[in-house]
């Protein structure tokens, strides 16, 4: 079992960054890709980034590339979400989520094997 907490979410302006962090806790001496998607209100689920678990390989959603940077800290077990040029439609639910395959980018959340609860970025105008 992998447990996963997300935390850094909040109100900004329009413009403004974040970084949005997500500990990982539990069986972390197996190696996992991890992702990060959104949902917000009335949406359905949508991938943002992922990261292998060298860190060597990134993928980004198309709405989000060249605002967005994640990363990974392999010895705090950490992975982060820069958030930078934040925009309203970027308000969502952010969730970090584990992926068993450790050499994947994967988009499609059903892949994901472990889910943080999530953290709240509201992005006013």
């Known amino acids: 079992q992998v447990q996963l907490t997300e935390s850094g979410g909040g109100l900004v302006q329009a413009g403004g960054s974040l970084r949005l962090s997500c500990a990982a806790s539990?069986?972390?001496?197996?190696?996992?890709?991890m992702g990060w998607f959104r949902q917000a209100p009335g949406k359905e689920r949508e991938f943002v980034a992922a990261i292998t678990w060298s860190g060597f390989t990134t993928r980004y959603a198309d709405s989000v590339k060249g605002r967005f940077t994640i990363s990974r800290d392999k010895a705090k077990n950490t992975v982060y979400l820069q958030v930078n040029s934040l925009k309203p439609e970027d308000t969502a639910v952010y969730y970090c989520a584990a992926n068993r395959d450790a050499h994947t980018t994967s988009a499609n959340s059903g892949t994901y094997d472990y889910w943080g609860q999530g953290t709240q970025v509201t992005v006013a105008s």
């Open positions: 539990g069986r972390t001496f197996t190696s996992y890709a």
